[in-house]
């Protein structure tokens, strides 16, 4: 079954800095892959998703990601970051009828 | 505000005792889900409905029981709870495709404590 892991656990950047934040999927073929952000305290947001066309997909909030095939990469990005972008990210992955997500990756800015 | 709404926001239970968590949506969607969040951790399925049908249980203990009386509403019924069951328990929803590609749409989740 497909998967996903994301490797950075915790980030923490400044105000305006660029972020990029990895998810690696786990094997080749049709894959439709999400991020999903949990600020503190609220429900789980779909940010973007991709499933098939245009590897740069572009959501909610001035995010973005890219799909790689050869790099079986969906990396999650934002050139530009703002206070209210603290929050919890998920990369997720559709396998078997069912939505995974990865272990999560805790964004902190500093004002 | 979200789309799905879970009720209650908070549950604070015995091990002996029997409660029951609720969703409801009004989207349309016919496929509904079951999540539970441990603090610091991804979520985790545990139920996927299907057209009122229950299509996956990720072997979850029979103390969760799950319940789709109609296209609208989800209940998770709970009885005889471990201390370790203590988590956000997540609701979503989502259209019914035939490639599976469904985006989610989630509720705010039910805390629950097992005292």
């Known amino acids: 079954a497909q998967s996903v892991s994301q490797h950075n656990h915790h980030v923490i950047l400044s105000e305006a800095a660029s972020l990029e934040l990895g998810c690696n999927y786990s094997y080749g073929g049709t894959v439709n892959l999400f991020w999903y952000v949990q600020y503190p305290g609220q429900h789980l947001q779909l940010l973007l998703k991709y499933f098939s066309g245009d590897p740069l997909v572009k959501g909610i909030k001035g995010f973005e990601a890219e799909f790689i095939k050869s790099k079986f990469s969906f990396n999650l990005r934002k050139p530009s970051v703002q206070w209210s972008d603290t929050a919890e990210y998920f990369c997720a992955v559709l396998s078997a009828s069912k939505i995974i997500f990865g272990s999560g990756t805790r964004l902190s800015i500093r004002p | 505000d979200t789309e799905v709404t879970q009720t209650p926001k908070h549950l604070v239970m015995g091990m002996t005792n029997k409660k029951s968590l609720k969703c409801e949506q009004h989207m349309g969607h016919r496929a509904m889900y079951w999540y539970k969040q441990k603090a610091k951790k991804p979520p985790e399925l545990m139920f996927v409905y299907s057209y009122e049908k229950l299509s996956i249980n990720e072997s979850v203990p029979s103390r969760f029981s799950p319940e789709c009386p109609n296209s609208s509403l989800l209940n998770l019924h709970l009885h005889a709870l471990q201390p370790e069951d203590s988590a956000l328990y997540l609701c979503?929803?989502?259209?019914?495709?035939?490639?599976?590609?469904?985006?989610?749409?989630f509720g705010a989740g039910s805390r629950l404590t097992v005292l």
């Open positions: 979503a929803s989502s259209q019914v495709t035939v490639s599976g590609a469904n985006v989610l749409t």
